[in-house]
């Protein structure tokens, strides 16, 4: 159940986390979302093995949707009337590797649950080094966090208390970069801390958000490509589990582009590059229409 996972976290990891106590205002006091009503986001995936000479292609495809009193799917379970943001990954190898993933969460950036289905190929020498199939179940609700998981046959359930979310709120590690990008919208984010819930252990786990590199000029399609300003969001964790193994990193778009080679980006704060271990996501396709 403690294997590590140098992949997927998309989203980014992919469990439960809480704000720490040194924010003392409710999320949606000092958050703002920038996403549009709906965005799907396309990305080529790269792969690369330990020899640095094995590459992994694959695709991932990132929707998130505002709701009002809608019906959404969150794995097995229909949330009726649900006002909030969707989001929605799907990611496939060529391997055969997948990762399918939804979380629903308020406007307050209060969760309501999570679901993460992921199938990886292991290679020997690599992580992992052998097959993994892990499946992960989270609901919020009488102010407590449901959980079961079925980690390669080994089946776990229970609760944890987390009382009124203004004090404890406990979040899914794939609202993590939708955090860090809301966070950017008063230019003055520098570093956020969290609390991780690990399915390997259940206890919480020290995780940190922080920009780096703000403001920087990149080019996401090679020397040809067109300039576009961003910065970089960084997330580390101080232990190991499924989907969390290594420290990851997310450069944002800092500015609206009607035209960036071929993509309209229509809201600034998008992920263009994403990367962990020795993942890659490249965005390729951008829209905010449904």
Same mark, same amino acid.
């Not at 106590?21 to 995936?45: N, Q």
């Not at 229909?78 to 939804?102: H, K, R, W």
């Not at 958000?209 to 576009?228: W, Y």
């Given at each position: 159940?403690?294997?590590?996972?140098?992949?997927?976290?998309?989203?980014?990891?992919?469990?439960?986390? @809480?704000?720490?106590?040194?924010?003392?205002?409710?999320?949606?006091?000092?958050?703002?979302?920038?996403?549009?009503?709906?965005?799907?986001?396309?990305?080529?995936?790269?792969?690369?093995?330990?020899?640095?000479? !094995?590459?992994?292609?694959?695709?991932?495809?990132?929707?998130?949707?505002? @709701?009002?009193?809608?019906?959404?799917?969150?794995?097995?379970?229909?949330?009726?009337?649900?006002?909030?943001?969707?989001?929605?990954?799907?990611? +496939?190898?060529?391997?055969?590797?997948?990762?399918?993933? +939804?979380?629903?969460?308020?406007?307050?950036?209060?969760?309501?649950?999570?679901?993460?289905?992921?199938?990886? &190929?292991? $290679?020997?020498?690599?992580?992992?080094?052998?097959?993994?199939? +892990?499946? /992960?179940?989270?609901?919020? /609700?009488?102010? &407590?966090?449901?959980?079961? /998981?079925?980690?390669?046959?080994?089946? /776990?359930?229970?609760?944890?208390?987390?009382?009124?979310?203004?004090?404890?709120?406990?979040?899914?590690? =794939?609202? =993590? $970069?939708?955090?860090?990008?809301?966070?950017?919208?008063?230019?003055?984010?520098?570093?956020?801390?969290?609390?991780?819930?690990?399915?390997?252990?259940?206890?919480?786990?020290?995780? !940190?958000?922080?920009?780096?590199?703000?403001?920087?000029?990149?080019?996401?399609?090679?020397?040809?490509?067109?300039?576009?300003?961003?910065?970089? @969001?960084?997330?580390? =964790?101080?232990?190991?589990?499924?989907?969390?193994?290594?420290?990851?990193?997310?450069?944002?778009?800092?500015?609206?582009?009607?035209?960036?080679?071929?993509?309209?980006?229509?809201?600034?704060?998008?992920?263009?590059?994403?990367?962990?271990?020795?993942?890659? $996501?490249?965005?390729?396709?951008?829209?905010? +229409?449904?």
């Amino acid at each position: 159940m403690k294997k590590k996972i140098l992949m997927f976290i998309l989203v980014i990891g992919i469990l439960a986390v @809480v704000l720490a106590g040194c924010i003392s205002k409710p999320p949606h006091k000092i958050f703002s979302d920038p996403w549009l009503d709906y965005e799907k986001i396309t990305y080529d995936v790269t792969r690369t093995l330990n020899d640095n000479t !094995t590459k992994i292609k694959g695709t991932s495809t990132i929707i998130t949707e505002r @709701v009002t009193d809608g019906n959404v799917k969150v794995g097995e379970r229909d949330i009726n009337g649900f006002s909030g943001t969707y989001v929605e990954i799907n990611t +496939q190898l060529e391997d055969g590797s997948i990762m399918i993933a +939804q979380v629903a969460f308020k406007s307050s950036f209060e969760p309501i649950a999570s679901y993460k289905n992921i199938n990886i &190929k292991g $290679y020997e020498g690599n992580s992992p080094e052998k097959d993994i199939n +892990q499946v /992960t179940n989270i609901f919020y /609700t009488d102010e &407590k966090c449901y959980y079961d /998981t079925d980690f390669d046959g080994v089946k /776990t359930s229970g609760n944890v208390k987390v009382g009124k979310w203004i004090k404890t709120p406990y979040y899914d590690n =794939l609202m =993590l $970069y939708h955090i860090a990008r809301s966070s950017y919208i008063s230019n003055s984010f520098s570093s956020l801390t969290t609390k991780v819930l690990s399915t390997g252990d259940f206890k919480m786990k020290t995780l !940190t958000v922080s920009g780096s590199a703000i403001n920087q000029e990149i080019k996401i399609f090679g020397e040809e490509g067109a300039v576009i300003k961003a910065d970089l @969001v960084s997330i580390s =964790l101080n232990q190991t589990f499924p989907g969390s193994g290594t420290p990851m990193t997310v450069l944002l778009s800092r500015e609206i582009k009607e035209d960036y080679n071929g993509l309209n980006l229509n809201s600034d704060r998008i992920p263009l590059i994403i990367t962990e271990g020795k993942m890659e $996501y490249r965005i390729s396709a951008y829209t905010s +229409q449904k």
